[in-house]
């Protein structure tokens, strides 16, 4: 049981490029979450999804996009990076929204 | 919107007790605490729910005021252990969690 995984572990961009984090779980949970985290500003939701096929904006979607195809994994794709990317993402999945939520080893990313 | 949380730092000597504190300005369904050591990911620590008893994990407790949209965190004989950033998230309606700033905390010899 790997729990949730995330890849790469870092990552560095030049303005303009698309890449894509990839996000697994194998515990069968129905809620994936997708979060930022930036020095004193805590842990942000970008996109999050309560089952396979239905995704939803949080509080700053912008210059992301997500797909929810298998109830196992959750990719977030950067369309076009920016440098204001650059920061500390963490994907989270719980068996519900209620439920407590386990989170991966997330992603470090730099945008020049 | 995020919850309010405070103090947003506090340092401790060892055996020394804290309260971290949590509102929010909606009705709220639940309070969930996480604690994040540097360099590592969010660990869950415990969930407040609306008209629960108030919770227990080892020395750390928490709990919910329904009224007034609340919720502290009690840290009792702090352990150098203890140190890291504490972060409640909030659930309120249909509306995924939201987490506070976070409250850093540092526990010294």
């Known amino acids: 049981n790997a729990g949730v995984t995330q890849t790469p572990k870092f990552q560095v961009l030049k303005t303009g490029q698309s890449m894509t984090l990839q996000c697994a779980q194998d515990?069968?949970?129905?809620?994936m979450s997708w979060y930022r985290q930036d020095p004193g500003m805590g842990l942000r939701l970008i996109h999050y999804?309560?089952?396979?096929?239905?995704?939803d904006q949080g509080e700053v979607p912008n210059g992301y996009n997500v797909s929810r195809s298998t109830t196992e994994d959750f990719p977030l794709r950067l369309l076009s990076a920016a440098p204001s990317q650059t920061s500390v993402y963490f994907c989270a999945s719980s068996y519900r929204r209620t439920y407590e939520q386990y989170f991966g080893p997330g992603t470090r990313l730099t945008v020049t | 919107q995020q919850p309010v949380q405070s103090p947003q730092a506090v340092i401790l000597r060892e055996g020394e007790d804290a309260v971290i504190n949590c509102s929010s300005s909606k009705a709220l369904y639940s309070v969930h605490w996480y604690r994040q050591k540097h360099g590592e990911a969010p660990v869950f620590l415990m969930i407040?729910?609306?008209?629960?008893e108030q919770k227990g994990h080892e020395k750390i407790s928490a709990s919910f005021n329904e009224k007034k949209q609340q919720s502290s965190l009690y840290l009792t004989a702090s352990q150098l252990s203890y140190s890291g950033t504490y972060f409640c998230g909030t659930l309120s309606g249909n509306t995924p969690l939201v987490f506070g700033k976070g409250t850093r905390l540092s526990v010294i010899a």
């Open positions: 407040l729910l609306k008209g629960g």
């Open positions: 999804s309560v089952g396979a096929g239905i995704t």
């Open positions: 515990m069968n949970h129905e809620y």
